[in-house]
Nanobody, 114 residues
Framework: VQLQASGGGLVQPGGSLRLSCAAS????????MGWYRQAPGKHRELVAT???????TYDDSVKGRFTCSRDNAKNTVYLQMSSLKPEDTATYYC?????????WGQGTLVTVSS
């Protein structure tokens, strides 16, 4: 199983970024996908999830600013991030959950700074 996250970078406050996570080795359409983030010195926290049916959940801190979506034809999940704040700075990870198995990808760093 491989989860390849990309799209991180340096962005100014108020800016936007779109993260992508391409999956292979799993039946992507059946997986609940998630985005997590970990800031330096902090625990990893859940940002958003999207079920196989397309239902989404978001942490309160990103509601209204982040949108999680998926393209099952491309085996890819996205995290569109808008109105970014310095406190969104973190390494972002994607995950895939199928039944009782959870898989993680490598992180992609997002830095929000002027």
């Amino acid at each position: 199983v491989q989860l390849q996250a990309s799209g991180g970078g340096l962005v100014q406050p108020g800016g936007s970024l779109r993260l992508s996570c391409a999956a292979s080795g799993i039946i992507f359409s059946g997986a609940t996908m998630g985005w997590y983030r970990q800031a330096p010195g902090k625990h990893r926290e859940l940002v958003a999830t999207i079920t196989s049916g397309g239902d989404t959940t978001y942490d309160d801190s990103v509601k209204g600013r982040f949108t999680c979506s998926r393209d099952n034809a491309k085996n890819t999940v996205y995290l569109q991030m808008s109105s970014l704040k310095p406190e969104d700075t973190a390494t972002y990870y994607c995950s895939a959950r199928i039944v009782f198995s959870v898989y993680w990808g490598q992180g992609t760093l997002v830095t929000v700074s002027s």
